[in-house]
């Protein structure tokens, strides 16, 4: 008799985080400035399947690309208060120059940030190449505020606050 897991498999994990990734209109993108300090920014998350590979469009001359460039590691988190589900993604930054991929991504949407639309000179592809990823996912908010009242009266840890799982890419 074999016995059961209820440890979610790698696949399970990725497709949980690819839910949340895709449910999240922002996405928070944390770079190293070149002073050594981290700094995020939001970004507007792309509908494609993740694969281990994130895309954002940004503007070739704003300071997080700059320090892309120089700084590739980066992160990216996805944050889905309702649902109570949390992504962090770390992973290495390429600026990439494809235009069949930028008019996949493309948007009107984003002609608020570049004027000259697609065909902007500042229009940067960024490709987030994950190396490791982490999911926090819980079954709502009502049953972690109940768990962590009762730890609190009890005195006793909370003992279900949910799933954390990690990944590597």
Known sequence: MSQQSDHPTREETIKAMAA???GVKFAMLTVETEDGHLQAHPMTTQQTEF??????IGGKDTQQVQSMMVRPNVNVSYSDHGGGNYVSISGVAQLVENRAKLEELWSDFYKAYFPGGIDDPSVQLIKIEAQ???YWG???KIKNMLQMA???VTGKPATDLGTNETVEF
């Not at 694969?51 to 954002?56: I, L, P, R, T, Y």
Request: aromatic share 12%; hydrophobic share 40%.
């Open 20 to 22: 949340v990734m895709k």
């Open 51 to 56: 694969d281990g590979d994130v895309w954002f």
């Open 132 to 134: 490791g990823g982490e």
């Open 138 to 140: 819980s079954d709502g």
């Open 150 to 152: 009762r730890a609190a």
